[in-house]
Each structure stands twice: as C-alpha cells, then as structure tokens.
T-cell receptor, first 115, second 114 residues
Framework: NAGVTQTPKFQVLKTGQSMTLQCAQDMNHNSMYWYRQDPGMGLRLIYYSASEGTTDKGEVPNGYNVSRLNKREFSLRLESAAPSQTSVYFC??????????????FGPGTRLTVL | SQQGEEDPQALSIQEGENATMNCSYKTSINNLQWYRQNSGRGLVHLILIRSNEREKHSGRLRVTLDTSKKSSSLLITASRAADTASYFCATRWSGGSTLGRLYFGRGTQLTVWP
C-alpha cells in the first residue's frame, strides 16, 4: 500500500517549457488535490477534484491545468512555466467532505525550479 | 485570508518539555485539523477536532478548540527530538462554495533539542 505517489521528485525547467506532474493514490479515495507550498506561505490549493470526472479551481489556479484521468490518477500540467511557479507541489487525496474521515493524505512532493 | 494562523512561527524547546502551538481562524468551521511536516516530506495528519468538540487526545497530543474565540491549540507533551517538524492547522469551512477545501496556515516550526 503505497498511499499517494508523485513523479517526478525534482524537476528543473526553463521559462516557457511545459511539463506534467503525475499523482496516483491507491486508497480508493474519491477526492484529490494539488497544492503548492512556498516559504512562509503555507499550502495553497491549486485545483481539486471532488470525484472522478470533476475538477474545480482552488485559490491559485492561473497557469495550471489538471486532468482527473481515473479514480486513481490526478495530473497537474504547466503549459508555459514561469519563475513564479518555482515551488514544492503536493498532491493529496481524501474521502469526500462530510464523511466521517475527511482527512487528507499527502504525497512526498515535487520540487520544481523554473529558471 | 481564510487561512488559519499559527502562533508562534517558531518554537525551540528541550526534550521532555511540553510544546504548545496555537491556531486562530476567521470563519465558522466544520472541523479543524492539525498536520505535521518533517523537513523535505509531505504533510501527515495528526488529529481532527469537530466544531462541536472542545478537546481531543491522541497519544502525547492534546488539541483544544474554542469556537467562540475561533482558536485552537495543539499541546505535545514530553517532547522528543523526533517531534522536530513544522506543524500546520487546517480549517474546513462550514458552508459556502468551498466544499472540499481545507485552508492551511503558515505553520509553526518546532525544534526539540536533545
């Protein structure tokens, strides 16, 4: 039982390049999330998917797109990377809000640097 | 900001001492959660307290919630060096269009010296 896995662990991009961050969970959770963590800023929600087939914007969606490929996988795409997107990205999953256990389980993170 | 705010930003104590961290928030909540993050790792859930609960325990952790003051505290008793980490509170709103979201604070960095 791997929990939430993310690939890659590290990535360096040049401004304008694109890339996709991959996330998968094996806990059969319905809801999945993408956050970014910047120094002194805590975690900010980029996008989330309440269930398979649905996605919604979070606090900081500009410059990102997401795909909920199936119940297990939720990917985050940067179409044209900018230095302001240098951050650590975390994927998380949970049971839907309102269930008895709506805590979130986090992956290990992807450290992205945009030059 | 809808985020919870932790206080203090940094806390340094000796092994065996108790560590207390506080969280304040602005809106009505359904629940409040505490997470721990070791350096370079993802967040790990510690404890959840619902709006109708006042206190909860889990091992060496004690969480209190005062909804009238919109604040919560996390107490770690008999701290160990392994407790060194950042601690975040996260709030889930009780309504509005933000269904499914948790709002995280900026965290308290706890250092426990051997």
């Amino acid at each position: 039982n791997a929990g939430v896995t993310q690939t890659p662990k590290f990535q360096v991009l040049k401004t304008g390049q694109s890339m996709t961050l991959q996330c998968a969970q094996d806990m059969n959770h319905n809801s999945m999330y993408w956050y970014r963590q910047d120094p002194g800023m805590g975690l900010r929600l980029i996008y989330y998917s309440a269930s398979e087939g649905t996605t919604d914007k979070g606090e900081v969606p500009n410059g990102y797109n997401v795909s909920r490929l199936n119940k297990r996988e939720f990917s985050l795409r940067l179409e044209s990377a900018a230095p302001s997107q240098t951050s650590v990205y975390f994927c998380a999953s949970s049971e839907p809000w309102g269930t008895l256990t709506d805590t979130q389980y986090f992956g290990p993170g992807t450290r992205l640097t945009v030059l | 900001s809808q985020q919870g705010e932790e206080d203090p930003q940094a806390l340094s104590i000796q092994e065996g001492e108790n560590a207390t961290m506080n969280c304040s928030y602005k809106t009505s909540i359904n629940n409040l959660q505490w997470y721990r993050q070791n350096s370079g790792r993802g967040l790990v859930h510690l404890i959840l307290i619902r709006s109708n609960e006042r206190e909860k325990h889990s091992g060496r952790l004690r969480v209190t919630l005062d909804t009238s003051k919109k604040s919560s505290s996390l107490l770690i008793t008999a701290s160990r060096a392994a407790d060194t980490a950042s601690y975040f509170c996260a709030t889930r709103w009780s309504g509005g269009s933000t269904l499914g979201r948790l709002y995280f604070g900026r965290g308290t960095q706890l250092t426990v010296w051997p």
